[in-house]
C-alpha cells in the first residue's frame, strides 16, 4: 500500500544521520508546543520515542524539547505547510514541511518538483485516507494479529515484511490503541498519522528507479518532514 516514504539508507552516513536529526529535533519542538511532558502530550512521547531510537543525545532532546516549549530565550517558529503532486509517471505526493521560512521552502519545493508536477491544495489528496499507522512485533508465543485489532479497537491490519504487524486505525484513535497493543505485550517500532493511498501505482523498474530518485531528492531537503506516496 503506498504509505510514508522511506528513502533507503537514509540513517547511513554522517549527513543523512545529520538529515535525520534536523527532523526528528523539528517534530519535538512542534509537538512541545501541546505541553513539555511526554507523558500528557502524545505526539511529544512519540517524537521522543522516534529520536531515542535514533541515537539524539540525551542534551540535544531535552533542548528541543525546552526550545519548542517556550522555556529558553531562543525561539524559533515552524509552520506545517503541505503541498500535493505528482512524481514522475503520474505518481500523487503529499509533501509534508516544517519551516520557519515558508517563502523559502516553496520555492525549494518547486525546484524540487521540475521533474515532477507541482499540484494546489487537494489535487490528489483526495485519493488518500488520512490514517493512524502503528507498526509492532508479536510478543513471545502464538498470537493471532487479527484478534488483537479486535480488541485493541484498530480498523485494519497487514502483515509487515519483517514479522511485524500494521495496524489502522481512525486518526483520533491511535493513542488508545497503541496503549492497548502495549498492554498486550506488542513491541511498537512506529506510530504515526499518515495519508494511505487508495490507489498505489505499480511501476516497471526503470520508471520505479526515476520516481525514487525524484522521492530521495524531495527528502534530502531540510524542510521536507514527510513524504506519503501513492507507489506500490
Known amino acids: 500500500m503506498g504509505a ?20 526528528l529535533a523539528k517534530e519535538i519542538m512542534v509537538a512541545a508546543k501541546g505541553g513539555a511532558d511526554p507523558a500528557s502530550n502524545p505526539r511529544l512521547r512519540l517524537a521522543v520515542e522516534q529520536a531515542k531510537k535514533a541515537s539524539m543525545t540525551r542534551d ?6 525546552k ?6 530565550d531562543e525561539q ?16 500523487p505526493v503529499i509533501v509534508e514541511c516544517l519551516t520557519e521560512n515558508k517563502n523559502r521552502t516553496a520555492t525549494n519545493i518547486r525546484v524540487l518538483f521540475r521533474k515532477g508536477q507541482l499540484g494546489s491544495s487537494g489535487s490528489v489528496s483526495w485519493d488518500f485516507l ?3 499507522v502503528i507498526e509492532a512485533a508479536p510478543p513471545a508465543g502464538e498470537v493471532d494479529p487479527e484478534t488483537t ?19 489502522l486505525t481512525e486518526p483520533s484513535d491511535l493513542d488508545v490503541v497503541a496503549r492497548a497493543l502495549t ?13 494511505i493511498a487508495k490507489n498505489p501505482v505499480t511501476l516497471e523498474p526503470d520508471a520505479r ?7 530521495d531528492a524531495l527528502d534530502a531537503d531540510d524542510d521536507v518532514q514527510t513524504l506519503y506516496v501513492g507507489l506500490s
Do not use: M, S
Not at 540535544?60 to 524539547?65: C, M
Not at 498492554?183 to 495519508?195: R, S, V
Open 4 to 23: 510514508q516514504w522511506k528513502q533507503k539508507g537514509r540513517e547511513q552516513g554522517a549527513a543523512a544521520k545529520g538529515r535525520l536529526f534536523t527532523k
Open 60 to 65: 540535544t532532546l531535552e533542548r528541543a524539547i
Open 67 to 72: 526550545k519548542g516549549a517556550g522555556l529558553l
Open 76 to 91: 524559533v517558529q515552524y509552520d506545517t505547510v503541505t503541498y500535493e503532486g505528482f512524481a514522475p509517471h503520474q505518481v
Open 130 to 132: 488520512r490514517r493512524g
Open 149 to 167: 485489532a479486535i480488541e485493541a479497537g484498530a480498523q485494519d491490519l497487514e502483515a509487515c515484511e519483517d514479522g511485524q504487524t500494521r495496524f
Open 183 to 195: 498492554a498486550q505485550g506488542w513491541t511498537i517500532h512506529l506510530q504515526n498519522l499518515a495519508y
Open 209 to 215: 528507479a526515476e520516481v525514487e530518485a525524484f522521492l
